[in-house]
């Protein structure tokens, strides 16, 4: 399983949308960590950072507690700042 968390960082600098929709059509690791389809689903379109950095915590590091709360602030922070990169960006525009 550590394997699969290297992968999934490493694709996650890609894009971690396409993180997640490659680990809902091919493995069960999304499954394992959230009971209903509703929350995956909606980190897919407001938090996907969020999103991997849960399913990573309770898959591997056994839940939201020492090392997972971490890793799961940090997706969380790592959303803030990719959606406040963006709006930073409109609002002062890029030449």
Do not use: H, K
Not at 24 to 36: H, I, M, P, V
């Amino acid at each position: 399983m550590r394997a699969v968390c290297c992968v999934l960082v490493l694709l996650a600098l890609v894009g971690p949308r396409l993180v997640l929709a490659l680990l809902w059509l091919f493995t069960e690791y999304l499954s394992r960590a959230f009971d209903t389809f509703l929350w995956p689903l909606l980190g897919f379109l407001f938090l996907p950072w969020t999103t991997i950095a849960y399913a990573i915590a309770q898959n591997e590091l056994g839940g939201l507690g020492g090392l997972g709360l971490v890793v799961v602030v940090l997706g969380f922070l790592a959303d803030i700042g990719v959606i406040g990169g963006g709006a930073r960006r409109r609002s002062f525009g890029t030449s």
